[in-house]
């Protein structure tokens, strides 16, 4: 991953990642490893959440296409060193929520998503 290419987003526009027979299957373990770790960071980095929970559904049965998925997750992180969440002593004490979601948006079991952002 050292000469890799950057990428400006941890996952593709419209991104429908699903279950393909005719895709090649990849390690398990080391996809294991991967996304266990991306999850562990995504605590600090929320912009990675909704990438690393997309890739995390494939953890049993992972193809290439999920591991190119996480790959672009890494990649990302390397073009963005030094975000992350970062709390500073202030007056002002307001509290802003988002929050967003889709009905029925996954390719593979029809789930829903949503999310939610909350600034302090």
């Excluded at 290439?64 to 890494?74: N, S, T």
């Excluded at 709390?87 to 009905?103: G, P």
Aim: glycine share 6%; hydrophobic share 30%.
């Amino acid at each position: 991953m050292l000469g890799c290419c950057p990428a400006d987003t941890p996952i593709e526009f419209n991104c429908k990642l699903g279950n393909s027979d005719d895709q090649v299957l990849v390690d398990k373990e080391q996809y294991q490893r991967l996304v266990g770790k991306l999850i562990y960071l995504s605590h600090t980095r929320p912009d990675i959440s909704f990438a690393v929970n997309t890739v995390s559904q494939f953890m049993q049965a992972p193809y290439e296409e999920h591991m190119e998925a996480v790959k672009r997750i890494l990649r990302y992180l390397k073009t963005t060193p030094g975000k992350g969440l970062i709390f500073r002593k202030t007056d002002k004490k307001t509290i802003e929520a988002y929050t967003d979601s889709d009905w029925a948006g996954s390719v593979v079991d029809r789930k829903s998503t949503s999310g939610y952002c909350t600034f302090v």
